[in-house]
């Protein structure tokens, strides 16, 4: 279906979701886990009694967020979970859809940071020896003992706990009592394994893809897809095909530019042999140069998000960020539209709406002048 049909799909009403919310205070999940398990379920119980379907839109996160009483930032974590597993795609600025729950595709994504965290985590507890029945270190002071994002450390015992490892005791505020249930049983090979393969990540393996992708189907000096049209042909993240795209513009495959002028191929990317781009040796090399307004207060948006806020976070309104830098509503809005194209903040709409963090962004390696464009045809 072209993405001009699915603009008019119905939107599902928040009321048209299940009356019976989920009961966060019986269970020692994580608010995201138990919503991302509710929504699964309805998708599938709607689907089959024909009350939703394909490509319908799903309400606003914000509207989601009032209904259950949770943050916004609860709700867009679970539903990255619930499109993780294949049941929702989410489209910049149409919004996040019904899958075809009869064949749902799991997205792609980068999982060697949980993975080392798992076997990092299994190994303290082999080297402590902790006692089955006994309490283990807090997410938060385990985050800390390994030196590995929170987030990431909870993704780890979730998954230590499915697996029979831990177990919750209690609750304790917003971090939870954690047993040992039964004792690690990786071993040294198992452990240089997981190693060896994490060395070699999705986005390794996805840039060797995208290579040979893009040298079978285009030419030095086309232009190539958007991100988003990338993720959607290989199925992963807008963020992982932004990692991917950043590495091979380092290599010098590619030219990344801003806006509409896209990123070009700039050589071959199975051929070592560099035949450089006319059009090229008209970007400006001096550090100096000035660079597209919006791209500097993107850095500048960068390193405010970097020093005041976390995943979750509602950001100011752009009125504020261009009193703030000084500058138009209009600069901010470009600036905070091309950090949403990465996958890196997204938009809601309405009385609880606003800009919302979802990743921290990376600092930008800004090239003077490396978003301008000259049409081969005036070359």
């Not at 979730?158 to 005791?169: A, C, D, Q, S």
Request: hydrophobic content about 35%; proline content about 4%; charged content about 25%.
């Amino acid at each position: 279906m072209s993405e001009n049909n699915t603009i008019f799909q119905r939107k599902i009403s928040v009321n048209e979701l299940p009356t019976e919310i989920p009961d966060f205070t019986s269970s020692f999940e994580p608010k995201d886990s138990i919503i991302k398990k509710w929504i699964i379920n309805w998708i599938l119980s709607a689907i089959d009694k024909k009350m939703i379907k394909e490509n319908d839109i799903l309400p606003k996160k914000s509207e989601i967020s009032d209904y259950l009483g949770v943050s916004v930032g609860t709700v867009q974590n679970a539903i990255r979970y619930v499109e993780d597993e294949g049941y929702l795609t989410s489209k910049q600025r149409l919004g996040t859809m019904i899958s075809n729950v009869s064949n749902p595709i799991k997205i792609n994504k980068s999982t060697s940071k949980r993975d080392k965290s798992i076997i990092a985590v299994q190994k303290i507890f082999m080297n402590k020896n902790y006692k089955i029945g006994k309490s283990v270190p807090s997410i938060r002071k385990m985050a800390d003992m390994i030196g590995i994002s929170q987030n990431t450390i909870r993704l780890a015992y979730e998954y230590l706990n499915r697996i029979g490892i831990i177990e919750v005791k209690k609750s304790l505020g917003n971090d939870s009592c954690w047993i040992l249930k039964d004792h690690p049983t990786i071993s040294d090979e198992e452990i240089k394994s997981i190693e060896k393969i994490s060395a070699d990540t999705l986005v390794q393996k996805l840039t060797n893809d995208l290579k040979s992708y893009l040298s079978k189907n285009y030419k030095i000096g086309d232009k190539i897809p958007s991100h988003e049209q990338l993720a959607q042909n290989l199925n992963v993240s807008v963020k992982t095909i932004h990692d991917c795209i950043k590495q091979l513009s380092n290599e010098g495959i590619i030219i990344s530019r801003r806006g509409r002028y896209g990123s070009i191929l700039a050589k071959d990317p199975l051929n070592n042999s560099f035949e450089p781009l006319k059009e090229s040796s008209i970007f400006a090399k001096a550090k100096d140069a000035s660079i597209y307004s919006y791209q500097k207060i993107e850095n500048s948006i960068v390193s405010l998000i970097k020093e005041k806020y976390k995943a979750g976070d509602k950001l100011p309104s752009m009125k504020e960020l261009s009193e703030t830098f000084d500058v138009s509503t209009n600069t901010i809005r470009k600036a905070l539209n091309n950090l949403a194209s990465q996958g890196y903040i997204t938009f809601g709409r309405g009385r609880f709406g606003g800009t919302f963090l979802i990743d921290i962004p990376d600092e930008i390696e800004v090239q003077p002048y490396q978003w301008l464009s000259i049409n081969p045809k005036y070359i």
